[in-house]
């Protein structure tokens, strides 16, 4: 069977940025970068190491939406194909380097590679159904609000599958009275539905040691703006970020804050240090003490015994608390996207939590165990 339309595929490539929710990942959201890197880059903790610290750009809502009519090319020389060969499953196994390249995935040219993953891409949503989208990358609410909504209403017309479009967003962005609520609401109505907000922790102290650049005001007034303007609010916190000194603290704030805004998803990502940031030089310098792991426990009872949401709280990461049974590891919490429903499951998650105590705590895998993953 001829397949010119596998040969035309070679063609089309769109930028794709380095990170995104895991959640995301899930859903096999197809990936829009809508800005390059980080506008803030200088959270001790980060310093925006997963996008290589490189230079924050804007990019026009033309070259934008060129990558959008890539994406679309690309899903329909896919279809195609799938009709050609009786489905997508038959369709999948011609996804594969060797197939569109002749060559080992490791042997791709930069300018294949990046064909490579935007074939895989569009080849995964559509696979799972093509509803769900995510604009990378750190804070795409930084854009002109009539550029996104131009770019977004540009995606549902090329994709009017889409049910859900997401995008990570600074507090500080939210926050900021030049970002209204109008224009909030307008972004929504255009059809961008989720927001991942980094809010790390809710305690003043911690925010500015580790150089946040928002205030836990702000992070209650962007959360619950995002909220009435209609979004669903998934909000991350770092256990063990405040070390030995300001567990405590950060614990409570951190419930405090989460109270206030009441988002729809609380996501727990257990603070690891990451090279190349300060954070790490001072934990290698004995200056920042990490939590061991029944302290890092201890330490999420007390935010879980404080919380008082009615969203759920998700452990939807592999660096969360997990344990040695045998060979194996076993997460404490499940892993899943959409975790417990509070306040219905919260005396489970405590009960988990309480079972962890009990587990001996040399079988836990340690923060410092995960360091050379660089996460
Ligand atoms: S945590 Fe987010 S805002 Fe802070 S430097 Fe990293 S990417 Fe930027």
């Known amino acids: ?78 279809k195609v ?47 799972s ?18 550029e996104l909504v131009e770019v977004i209403r540009y995606l549902k017309q090329a994709f009017p599958s889409l049910e859900r479009i997401t995008s990570y967003a600074r507090a500080k962005t939210l926050a900021q009275k030049t970002k209204t609520l109008e224009e909030l609401k307008e972004l929504r109505k255009a059809g961008l539905s989720r927001l991942h907000v980094g809010l790390e922790t809710g305690d003043d102290e911690l925010l500015k040691y580790v150089n946040k650049g928002v205030t836990s005001e702000e992070h209650v007034l962007a959360g619950r703006k995002a909220k009435e303007a209609g ?27 989460l109270n206030e805004i009441n988002p729809d998803f609380v996501r727990s990502r257990r603070f690891v240090p990451r090279k190349a940031t300060s954070l790490f030089e001072e934990w290698r310098k004995g200056e920042f003490q990490l939590l061991s792991p029944h302290e890092e426990l201890r330490e999420i009872q007390t935010m879980i015994e404080n919380l008082e949401i009615t969203g759920k709280v998700c452990f939807d990461h592999f660096i969360n608390p997990a344990y040695r049974m045998g060979s194996d590891y076993v997460w404490l919490f499940k892993q899943d996207y959409d975790g417990y429903k509070f306040p219905e499951e919260k005396p489970k998650v ?7 105590l009990g587990i001996d705590e040399s079988l836990f895998t340690r923060a410092e165990d995960l360091v050379e993953l660089s996460l």
């Open 1 to 78: 069977m001829s397949l010119p339309e596998l040969e035309r595929l070679k063609e089309y490539s769109f930028e794709i940025g380095p990170i995104r929710p895991p959640s995301e990942g899930g859903s096999r959201s197809l990936l829009i970068r809508a800005t390059r890197n980080c506008p803030w880059n200088l959270c001790k903790f980060c310093y925006g190491t997963p996008y290589n610290r490189e230079r924050f750009q804007l990019r026009s809502a033309e070259e934008i939406k060129r990558d959008i009519d890539t994406a679309k090319a690309i899903s329909e020389l896919i």
């Open 81 to 127: 194909i799938a009709k050609k060969l009786g489905g997508m499953d038959w369709a999948a196994r011609l996804i594969d380097p060797h197939f569109l390249c002749n060559k080992d995935f490791m042997e791709l040219d930069e300018k294949e590679s990046k064909n490579f993953q935007s074939v895989v891409n569009v080849f995964n949503w559509l696979h």
């Open 129 to 146: 159904g093509a509803k769900s989208a995510f604009l990378q990358d750190a804070n795409s609410l930084v854009m002109r609000t009539n």
């Open 350 to 356: 405590l009960d988990l939590i309480k079972y962890g």
């Open 231 to 257: 979004f669903e609010l998934s909000e991350y916190w770092m256990p063990s970020l405040g070390g030995k000194t300001m567990s405590e603290q950060h614990a409570r704030n951190t419930a405090r804050v």
